[in-house]
Protein backbone atom coordinates (compact mmCIF):
# COMPACT_ATOMS: atom_id res chain seq x y z
CA UNK A 1 0.00 0.00 0.00
CA UNK A 2 0.94 3.43 -0.84
CA UNK A 3 -0.75 6.63 1.11
CA UNK A 4 -0.74 9.93 -0.97
CA UNK A 5 -1.51 13.15 0.80
CA UNK A 6 -1.47 16.42 -1.51
CA UNK A 7 -0.95 19.98 0.13
CA UNK A 8 -0.27 23.58 -2.02
CA UNK A 9 -3.54 23.77 -3.10
CA UNK A 10 -5.64 27.76 -2.64
CA UNK A 11 -6.92 30.82 -4.46
CA UNK A 12 -4.65 32.59 -6.94
CA UNK A 13 -5.48 35.53 -9.69
CA UNK A 14 -4.73 34.37 -13.13
CA UNK A 15 -0.97 34.69 -14.14
CA UNK A 16 0.12 33.68 -10.74
CA UNK A 17 2.09 30.61 -9.19
CA UNK A 18 1.26 27.89 -6.99
CA UNK A 19 3.52 24.56 -5.75
CA UNK A 20 1.76 21.68 -5.31
CA UNK A 21 3.43 19.01 -3.37
CA UNK A 22 2.30 15.09 -2.63
CA UNK A 23 3.80 13.41 0.45
CA UNK A 24 4.03 9.17 -0.39
CA UNK A 25 4.46 6.94 2.35
CA UNK A 26 4.19 2.93 2.60
CA UNK A 27 6.09 1.10 0.19
CA UNK A 28 9.55 2.32 -1.44
CA UNK A 29 8.29 6.00 -2.79
CA UNK A 30 11.36 5.65 -6.31
CA UNK A 31 9.64 2.44 -6.84
CA UNK A 32 6.62 4.08 -8.61
CA UNK A 33 6.36 6.55 -11.30
CA UNK A 34 4.56 9.37 -10.24
CA UNK A 35 1.65 11.74 -12.11
CA UNK A 36 -0.50 14.45 -11.07
CA UNK A 37 -4.10 14.62 -12.43
CA UNK A 38 -7.09 16.94 -12.26
CA UNK A 39 -11.00 17.04 -12.28
CA UNK A 40 -13.00 20.12 -12.81
CA UNK A 41 -17.03 20.04 -11.72
CA UNK A 42 -18.47 17.81 -14.46
CA UNK A 43 -15.81 17.17 -16.54
CA UNK A 44 -13.63 13.56 -16.74
CA UNK A 45 -10.12 13.44 -14.75
CA UNK A 46 -7.43 14.77 -16.94
CA UNK A 47 -3.92 13.95 -17.29
CA UNK A 48 -1.93 17.10 -16.34
CA UNK A 49 1.99 15.30 -15.64
CA UNK A 50 4.06 12.23 -15.06
CA UNK A 51 7.19 11.89 -14.19
CA UNK A 52 9.70 8.29 -14.10
CA UNK A 53 11.31 7.04 -10.75
CA UNK A 54 14.87 8.93 -11.03
CA UNK A 55 13.52 12.19 -12.01
CA UNK A 56 14.85 11.99 -15.74
CA UNK A 57 11.87 11.81 -17.91
CA UNK A 58 9.01 14.16 -17.45
CA UNK A 59 5.52 14.35 -19.84
CA UNK A 60 2.94 17.10 -19.98
CA UNK A 61 -0.13 17.43 -21.45
CA UNK A 62 -0.47 20.37 -23.94
CA UNK A 63 -2.74 22.16 -22.03
CA UNK A 64 -0.17 23.01 -19.34
CA UNK A 65 3.37 22.39 -21.05
CA UNK A 66 5.74 25.82 -20.65
CA UNK A 67 3.94 26.24 -17.57
CA UNK A 68 3.88 23.85 -15.12
CA UNK A 69 6.74 21.66 -14.12
CA UNK A 70 6.78 17.95 -12.69
CA UNK A 71 9.68 17.05 -9.79
CA UNK A 72 10.21 14.64 -7.74
CA UNK A 73 12.27 14.03 -4.13
CA UNK A 74 12.98 10.64 -3.29
CA UNK A 75 14.92 11.20 -0.12
CA UNK A 76 11.76 13.38 0.91
CA UNK A 77 9.06 10.95 -0.88
CA UNK A 78 7.67 14.02 -2.20
CA UNK A 79 6.86 14.76 -5.71
CA UNK A 80 5.52 18.36 -6.45
CA UNK A 81 3.83 20.54 -9.29
CA UNK A 82 5.05 23.89 -9.63
CA UNK A 83 2.48 25.67 -11.69
CA UNK A 84 2.88 29.17 -13.09
CA UNK A 85 1.30 31.67 -15.14
CA UNK A 86 -2.12 29.88 -13.90
CA UNK A 87 -5.29 30.69 -15.74
CA UNK A 88 -9.15 30.10 -14.68
CA UNK A 89 -9.42 26.86 -16.51
CA UNK A 90 -7.06 25.81 -14.41
CA UNK A 91 -9.09 25.66 -11.46
CA UNK A 92 -10.19 21.95 -10.37
CA UNK A 93 -9.38 19.24 -8.03
CA UNK A 94 -5.56 18.07 -8.45
CA UNK A 95 -4.44 14.77 -7.30
CA UNK A 96 -1.47 13.17 -7.29
CA UNK A 97 -1.22 9.06 -8.39
CA UNK A 98 1.17 6.28 -8.14
CA UNK A 99 2.19 3.53 -10.73
CA UNK A 100 3.87 0.69 -11.05
CA UNK A 101 4.53 0.52 -14.82
CA UNK A 102 7.99 0.98 -16.79
CA UNK A 103 6.75 4.08 -18.89
CA UNK A 104 4.95 7.17 -18.35
CA UNK A 105 1.56 6.29 -18.33
CA UNK A 106 -1.10 9.21 -18.75
CA UNK A 107 -4.43 7.36 -17.85
CA UNK A 108 -6.03 7.51 -15.06
CA UNK A 109 -6.28 3.03 -15.11
CA UNK A 110 -2.57 2.85 -15.30
CA UNK A 111 -2.32 4.07 -11.86
CA UNK A 112 -2.58 2.06 -8.72
CA UNK A 113 -2.87 4.80 -5.96
CA UNK A 114 -4.42 7.93 -5.52
CA UNK A 115 -4.28 10.98 -3.07
CA UNK A 116 -7.33 12.68 -1.99
CA UNK A 117 -6.86 15.74 -3.79
CA UNK A 118 -6.13 19.46 -3.38
CA UNK A 119 -8.31 22.04 -5.11
CA UNK A 120 -6.75 24.72 -6.93
CA UNK A 121 -9.35 28.08 -7.88
CA UNK A 122 -7.54 30.45 -10.71
CA UNK A 123 -9.53 33.81 -10.27
CA UNK A 124 -9.95 35.83 -13.28
Known amino acids: QVQLVESGGGLVQAGGSLRLSCAASGRTFSNFVMGWFRQAPGKEREFVAT????????YYADSVKGRFTISRDNAKNTVYLQMSSLKPEDTALYYCAASTRRYLPILPHEYVYWGQGTQVTVSS
Open 51 to 58: INWSGGST
